[in-house]
């Protein structure tokens, strides 16, 4: 099956730390990106959808100068936590799908920490 | 506004038993409901997903009923096991997006 590798799988920095967390599609060309935020014991919240070659559209609440996306070829796409303070830690969760009308793959996460 | 609402948040099957998740929609324009199911520290697997033209979908003892005219899906986990247990999300497609219920975490007790 369609295989999505997140890395890394747990950071622990610092405060004022910028965090890069890499989305990978391991054996399909990924034409748009998913990044979610996951709080302990809850559901999935969508942060921004990113597709190959233009800006990431980020949902209400989002600050998109805080949470840089950049998805640069079909297989790969980027999430910077910039300037990361203790309330940004968290389970990020990447996925991504071959298109329109194809299922959503998921990585295994980024466990986000920040001291 | 929750797009998706899942039931129950939280569920207990003896091991053998029948395990129930239900979900409701608002939007007729969804055209397709996938299930999550998801470890601790790990993302959400694909389960197993279906279309609106189709009321039932079935693989091994995972199976999904849908009632488009109730806006209504649900999974049926038979013959639940222990190494069922972790959380469940149910999910719906619009317009290229996915809107996701708050999850059901099953337990299976031996």
């Known amino acids: 099956g369609a295989v999505v590798s997140q890395h890394p799988s747990r950071v622990i920095c610092k405060s004022g730390t910028s965090v890069k967390i890499e989305c990978r599609s391991l054996?399909?060309?990924?034409?748009?990106m998913f990044w979610y935020r996951q709080f302990p014991k809850q559901s999935l919240m969508l942060m921004a959808t990113s597709n190959e070659g233009s800006k990431a559209t980020y949902e209400q609440g989002v600050e998109k100068d805080k949470f840089l996306i950049n998805h640069a070829s079909l297989t790969l796409s980027t999430l910077t936590v910039t300037s990361a303070h203790p309330e940004d830690s968290s389970f990020y969760i990447c996925?991504?799908?071959?298109?329109?009308?194809?299922?959503?793959?998921f990585g295994d996460g980024t466990r986000l920490s920040i001291l | 506004q929750q797009q998706v609402k899942q039931s129950p948040q939280s569920l207990i099957v003896q091991k053998g038993g029948i395990s129930i998740i239900n979900c409701a929609y608002e939007n007729t324009a969804f055209d397709y409901f996938p299930w999550y199911q998801q470890f601790p520290g790990k993302g959400p697997a694909l389960l197993i997903a279906i279309r609106p033209d189709v009321s039932e979908k079935k693989e091994g003892r995972f199976t999904i009923s849908f009632n488009k005219s109730a806006k209504q899906f649900s999974l049926h986990i038979m013959d639940s096991q222990p190494g069922d247990s972790a959380t469940y999300f149910c999910?719906?497609?619009?317009?290229?997006?996915?809107?996701f219920g708050t999850g059901t975490s099953l337990t299976v007790i031996p």
């Open positions: 996925s991504a799908t071959a298109g329109s009308g194809q299922p959503q793959h």
């Open positions: 999910a719906a497609r619009g317009s290229n997006q996915f809107y």
């Open positions: 054996d399909f060309q990924a034409t748009t």
